[in-house]
């Protein structure tokens, strides 16, 4: 049985914390210099959490969130900054709503289609970074970067009326055409007025634990971990560090191609120019937030999508709804800060401890001499 860990606990847990503290009073820094009340915006968010629409909001963009930022953290595991969630996002949900227009098929089986290709189109896409890191050296960073811009490029030729898209009478927007009912993911009704929690909100729970499993619980899990940690060293014990790199790209494709699932197939059940954007963007904020641990991305999932929906209100109140876009950023910058500080302290502590360690055992070692 594995000794408790109180260190490692507290400085799992100081590092989030910390960050939220630092951003929080950075925001209220930042109101009171623009001559606003700094508590009544957080009063007045807080309220809205106790409206049932509103937390069913935050929820099903939670599970969004949680998907996008599982990608991520995949890829942070492998010590890969996979950058391109958002355009295998934005790719993935467009071709897989193509395809799922296009055809009818009994209920699961159409579903089910629609995540394959979902989850194929955004593996293919993360996989040509993979690839390209793999036998030329090229950093992710950078062709995930590209390969954003390219997706972006593909999408916009692909939803044109003169290729794929169709555009409804008497509206500006493309779509790929409306998903038949076989291809609609079932909710969770809340009640009249409340709307329904996404079906697929469950679906990213399971993935979570998965994740967990694989992760701590299977020889992958381990050689991915061992390879980020060390690829030279996870080389000398027999891992294929090349072949693991590819894997974990494609599998963070996977999931990033179904980070648009719970919105196609719970809600608009179509792609639009007005799909969400941004989304693997914001996962990378959840990742860090959360240190790629599947609980403590759910809590920053939550958190995140709690900023987003409840500033939505601000605006009537008279004060601008981008507070919450300002503590995301300053989130982000609070966390690579505040996580250096953290490692630091715990690597001196770690030091501090050994020293103590040590000197117990030379004490120990003096009294046997003593009494011999």
Same mark, same amino acid.
């Given at each position: 049985m594995r000794?408790?860990?109180?260190?490692?606990?507290i400085?799992?847990?100081?590092?989030p914390?910390?960050?939220?503290v630092?951003?929080?009073?950075?925001?209220?820094v930042?109101?009171?210099?623009?001559?606003?009340?700094?508590i009544?915006?957080?009063?007045i968010?807080?309220?809205?959490?106790s409206?049932?629409?509103?937390?069913?909001?935050?929820?099903?963009?939670?599970?969004?969130?949680?998907?996008?930022a599982?990608?991520v953290?995949?890829?942070?595991r492998?010590?890969?900054?996979?950058i391109?969630?958002?355009?295998?996002?934005?790719?993935?949900?467009?071709?897989s709503?193509? /395809?799922?227009?296009s055809?009818?098929?009994?209920?699961?089986?159409?579903i089910?289609?629609i995540?394959? /290709?979902?989850?194929l189109v955004?593996a293919?896409?993360?996989g040509?970074?993979?690839?390209l890191?793999?036998?030329?050296?090229?950093?992710? /960073?950078?062709s995930?970067i590209?390969l954003?811009a390219?997706?972006?490029?593909?999408?916009?030729?692909l939803?044109?009326?003169?290729?794929?898209g169709?555009?409804?009478?008497?509206s500006?927007?493309?779509?790929?055409?409306?998903?038949?009912e076989s291809g609609w993911?079932?909710?969770l009704?809340?009640?009249?007025?409340?709307g329904?929690?996404?079906?697929?909100?469950?679906?990213?729970?399971?993935l979570g634990?998965?994740?967990?499993?694989v992760l701590?619980?299977?020889?992958?899990?381990?050689?991915?971990?061992?390879?980020?940690?060390?690829e030279?060293?996870?080389q000398?014990?027999?891992?294929?560090?090349k072949?693991m790199?590819l894997?974990?790209?494609?599998?963070?494709?996977?999931?990033?191609?179904l980070?648009?699932m719970?919105?196609?197939?719970?809600?608009?059940?179509?792609?639009?120019?007005?799909?969400?954007?941004g989304?693997?963007?914001?996962?990378?904020?959840?990742?860090?937030?959360?240190?790629?641990?599947?609980i403590?991305?759910?809590?920053?999932?939550?958190?995140?999508a709690f900023?987003?929906?409840s500033?939505?209100?601000l605006?009537?109140?008279?004060?601008e709804k981008?507070?919450?876009?300002?503590?995301?950023?300053?989130?982000?910058i609070? /966390?690579?800060?505040s996580?250096e500080l953290?490692?630091r302290?715990?690597?001196?502590?770690q030091?501090q401890k050994?020293?103590?360690?040590?000197?117990?055992g030379?004490?120990i070692?003096t009294?046997?001499?003593v009494?011999a």
């Amino acid at each position: 049985m594995r000794k408790f860990d109180k260190d490692r606990l507290i400085l799992g847990l100081a590092g989030p914390v910390v960050a939220l503290v630092v951003a929080i009073a950075l925001t209220t820094v930042v109101l009171l210099v623009s001559g606003t009340n700094p508590i009544e915006p957080y009063r007045i968010m807080f309220e809205q959490v106790s409206y049932t629409d509103v937390q069913v909001l935050i929820v099903n963009q939670a599970g969004i969130y949680y998907l996008a930022a599982l990608a991520v953290a995949i890829g942070f595991r492998m010590n890969l900054f996979n950058i391109g969630v958002d355009g295998q996002y934005r790719l993935a949900a467009m071709l897989s709503a193509l /395809v799922g227009a296009s055809i009818e098929l009994p209920g699961p089986l159409h579903i089910l289609l629609i995540m394959l /290709v979902a989850m194929l189109v955004g593996a293919f896409w993360a996989g040509i970074a993979g690839i390209l890191k793999t036998t030329r050296g090229v950093s992710e /960073v950078v062709s995930t970067i590209m390969l954003n811009a390219i997706a972006t490029a593909l999408v916009a030729y692909l939803i044109l009326p003169k290729n794929f898209g169709v555009q409804p009478e008497g509206s500006n927007n493309l779509t790929t055409g409306e998903i038949a009912e076989s291809g609609w993911f079932p909710g969770l009704s809340m009640g009249e007025g409340a709307g329904e929690i996404y079906g697929f909100t469950f679906v990213a729970v399971a993935l979570g634990v998965l994740y967990w499993f694989v992760l701590n619980r299977t020889r992958f899990g381990f050689d991915l971990r061992a390879t980020g940690a060390s690829e030279s060293a996870a080389q000398a014990s027999g891992v294929d560090a090349k072949k693991m790199v590819l894997t974990s790209m494609l599998i963070s494709g996977a999931v990033a191609g179904l980070a648009g699932m719970p919105t196609l197939l719970g809600e608009t059940h179509t792609y639009s120019l007005d799909f969400p954007a941004g989304v693997g963007f914001t996962g990378i904020t959840i990742a860090l937030l959360g240190r790629n641990s599947p609980i403590g991305i759910a809590f920053s999932a939550l958190l995140i999508a709690f900023l987003d929906k409840s500033s939505a209100s601000l605006d009537q109140h008279g004060y601008e709804k981008e507070i919450a876009t300002i503590m995301q950023g300053l989130i982000v910058i609070s /966390v690579v800060v505040s996580y250096e500080l953290v490692r630091r302290y715990g690597l001196r502590r770690q030091q501090q401890k050994v020293g103590e360690e040590l000197a117990a055992g030379g004490a120990i070692k003096t009294d046997k001499e003593v009494a011999a």
